[in-house]
């Protein structure tokens, strides 16, 4: 059983930053970080490699940074100069590939959400 607990999420302001977490039970995964806004779909962010080799959407690309602990088996995602539009529950999912993916199905296993509110 495969199990993701995202933490981290919370209330900022305009500008600032925070960091999420997404911590994996069992072995290693290709690990990504989606998004989802009300009335909206979920939405690919970044992902990274049990090697290391990551990607990320265009609308993150230079703000939005992801890295991971093997050890701790445990993905971050590190989000500077957060705007309102960033506003959204941050999903973690874990993907049996060796790269990573954007695509939400390519992803097996989901954590909760963590929720991130960005005020002006």
């Known amino acids: 059983q495969v199990r993701l607990v995202e933490s981290g999420g919370g209330l900022v302001q305009a500008g600032d930053s925070l960091t999420l977490s997404c911590e994996a039970s069992g072995r290693t995964f290709t690990m990504g970080w989606f998004r989802q806004a009300p009335g909206k779909e979920r939405d690919f962010e970044a992902a990274i490699s049990p090697s290391g080799s990551t990607a990320y959407a265009d609308s993150v690309k230079g703000r939005f940074t992801i890295s991971r602990d093997n050890a701790k088996n445990t993905a971050y995602l590190q989000m500077r100069s957060l705007k309102p539009e960033d506003t959204a529950v941050y999903f973690c999912?874990?993907?049996?590939?060796?790269?990573?993916?954007?695509?939400?199905?390519?992803?097996?296993?989901w954590g909760h959400g963590t929720q991130v509110t960005v005020s002006t």
């Open positions: 999912a874990a993907s049996a590939d060796p790269l990573p993916s954007l695509l939400r199905n390519r992803y097996d296993y």
